[in-house]
């Protein structure tokens, strides 16, 4: 069973047409939210940590926010140099608390 | 570069051979993390690590695979009679001791069986 699911797999924008990307995740006792971005052929890159409902972190044209049952990466006005694939990851509290849970990630293609 | 460094980037082993990817941590960082990403998949957990001592590896194989992170020198994933699925890509991460939960991954080494 998934526990982190983002949405959708892939998404084509237009540069400049801003969207948003989807993490839901189904655990309890969520420890923290995280975002990275991943090019071909290279590790994820880290971009936010959110830890509780109602938290948001900006970075440039991102924009992180975070509920009880998701969390949405806002694009703003975004750039080809932009495309990439965005994963989620979660921690929960307790045992095990360091691992990072992923999510298949978002594919993003923008197109000039 | 004082990221986390990973070698071989690449590395082609024949069904039957061992498999040895290194990973040296981010300057002051003295934990470190294993995950594989197989095609298709996410990234997934393998085991953690901090000097001399495994803290959990519930996401290792329970055959073949192996991990240690010396007192001296860069951690290492050891796989031994590697199969046709074991071809995947394997990120590395390192976290400060006290900022486990950011954790900084490496280039990854791609993993080829044939």
């Known amino acids: 069973e998934d526990q982190v699911t983002q949405s959708p797999e892939a998404l084509r924008l237009q540069e400049g047409e801003s969207s948003s990307l989807n993490c839901s995740y189904t655990?309890?006792?969520?420890?923290?939210l995280f975002w990275y971005r991943q090019d071909p052929g290279k590790g994820p890159e880290f971009l936010f940590t959110?830890?509780?409902a109602g938290e948001e972190k900006e970075k440039e044209r991102l924009k992180a926010t975070l509920t009880k049952k998701e969390s949405f990466l806002h694009i703003t006005a975004p750039k080809p140099e932009d495309s990439a694939t965005y994963l989620c990851a979660v921690q929960y509290s307790g045992a095990g608390s360091y691992q990072l849970t992923f999510g298949k990630g978002t594919k993003l293609s923008v197109i000039p | 570069n004082a990221g986390v460094m990973q070698n071989p980037r690449h590395l082609v082993r024949r069904r039957g051979q061992e498999a040895r990817l290194r990973c040296s941590p981010m300057k002051g960082h003295s934990h470190v993390y294993w995950y594989r990403q197989l095609p298709e998949e996410g990234l997934k957990f393998m085991v953690y690590l901090q000097k001399e001592n495994i803290i959990d590896e519930s996401g290792m194989p329970k055959e073949r695979f192996s991990a240690e992170f010396p007192k001296e020198g860069p951690s290492i994933l050891r796989i031994q009679q590697v199969v046709r699925g074991d071809s995947a890509a394997y990120f590395c991460?390192?976290?400060?001791?006290?900022?486990?939960?950011?954790?900084?991954f490496g280039p990854g080494t791609r993993l080829t069986v044939t």
């Open positions: 655990v309890s006792g969520l420890r923290g």
């Open positions: 959110l830890y509780s």
């Open positions: 991460a390192s976290s400060a001791r006290d900022r486990a939960y950011e954790q900084y």
